[in-house]
């Protein structure tokens, strides 16, 4: 079973999350990534290395969560994604 991806944030921050692929990739690199996000939820930008993908996420509205999803491309040709839920809480 997988362990959800969960992390809260308010609705005036804008936050960086990451996921760390360098298990999954066992030698492989990240050669491309794209983020999406559920309406009402930015991605003001992103990032990444060889293993690791981060984003940069602004807005939402207090009580709802938004799903954030990551897809790479590894130099090997694989493809993956990861979905992370962002709870938008008053901080």
């Known amino acids: 079973m997988a362990i959800p991806f969960v992390a809260e944030k308010d609705p005036a921050a804008t936050l960086d999350y990451q996921f760390n692929w360098a298990e999954w990739l066992a030698g492989d690199t990240i050669a491309a990534s794209t983020w999406t996000a559920d309406d009402g939820l930015t991605v003001a930008s992103s990032t990444f290395t060889n293993v690791l993908t981060t984003v940069w996420l602004s ?33």
């Open 59 to 91: 807005g939402g509205a207090v009580g709802l969560t938004y799903a954030v999803t990551n897809r790479i491309t590894t130099a090997g040709g694989r493809t993956d994604e990861r979905t992370l839920s962002i709870v938008v809480v008053e901080k």
